[in-house]
DNA sequence: GTGGTTCAATGGTCCAACCAATTTCTGCAC
DNA sequence: GTGCAGAAATTGGTTGGACCATTGAACCAC
């Protein structure tokens, strides 16, 4: 038997306040961009000192939602909703070659669901959506002799968003700024990301094909070989740290 | 060529803050569990206002990188190191139906990428250990007539763990907190969660079997009754929901 | 030992003031 | 009127000090 006793909580000044906040968000229809009340009216306001709010909007620009400029004001960065669901991830040295492993594992796995999913529930404007991207992607392969990465990124974003479920997008996106990092030092692999270079039109081919588990095969061969490029480069990379 | 210009920050005291701090754990190698200074010791020490002390805690704290105890001091709740990334997400609306499908998805694509690399790498203690918990959570089951959520839970955080990428571990651990709300509330599923059961005995002989593709087929079965019973408790709230 | 009581330590909140960056207004030159 | 420099107001950032609420340990009576 679970008697469920949830612990009370006396004190929640900081949540009520960003409730609060996203409450009068909704309320008066903010997006992205928008303005918030000043620091000293919100004080005011919600009967709380200023230095409460200061810390409930800490919390909000640690995650990224909102963005506080001096002498300016507070404005929001995303959609905020009462809603929302915060999963902060940390990285633990995230810079080295364990850390992009790992993230690459992350998308092996979401990478193949989404591929898979997308091949099931894509429609025929999301298909011929791809399939632009693919074409832009390829035309810049051939024209800047494989410097392709955003057009690439593009089109895994594109994949993402006719998987039918933007946590996908969300959550790979959020790691792609740590991968973005290295695409601008290969490593010394002067070649990084060529050899994945023809699965995405074969992914985008069993996507079209409304094939799921051939979709999830060529995304794994695409993660492979990008997994395969990156240990190459740690070897590469082993060769000069000596330290 | 990238001239590399950091812009100058005259105001960074939070950061600042933060980054000492950082050295201040790796200098006392502490770890998760660990005591942080008072506020009022770091803000004597680091020459700053306690207040900008705290909003620097409010940062880590919102990560979930510390706990705050009222009266008793600063936690370490995980291990942090000067160099962690951080990429908090925030995801819209996750109360609902859609929601819950949406990252049982997710949970679907890691679960089984965790359990076949769990099969792989697992070392023999923490097989043992997997087992352990599965053996407490068979227990549960029995005594309680179903109601062992927690134990459930445990087994599969062990099965994270094992994988040998915490990042598994993090990014399911933000979403169960979400499912863990419809747990207490079955959606008048009245035995929500039982068809799952058989399948965590299967995951673990495939893991212990060092089978990874096997871990990864009973992980997939176990999410698609978790998802069976979801669309069974829509089902029923949809009687009722005429609003 | 058990169960209260006291008390110091610690995080939580509040206030009032000032600093620093930005924006807005003002007034002068043209 | 226009344009622009400087003043003034606005706003987030920081400080110092005070007090409250909770915790945990020491202490005491029984």
Redesign the interface.
Known sequence: ??D?LPPIQT?AR?DAVLKALAGFVRQEALGPGGKLPTERILAERLKVSR?TV??AL??WE????VERR?GSGTYLK????P?????????????DFT?LM??L??R???E???AA?CAIRAGKAEIAGIERKLDIMEEAFRTRAGMSSEEDWEFHQAVYRASG????E??IA??H??FHRFW?HPLGVRDFGHASFPYHRTIFDRIAARDPDGARAEALKLIATVEDDLKRGAANLKLLDRK
């Open positions: 038997m679970t469920f004190t900081d230095n200061r810390e800490t919390r640690g995650l990224g939602l001096q995303t959609a905020v909703s809603d929302m669901l915060h999963m902060p991830l940390t990285l633990a040295g995230g810079n850390g790992r993230t594992e992350i092996r796995a979401l193949a669901e989404a999913l479920n933007p946590l996908f969300q959550i959020a790691m700024e740590l601008e």
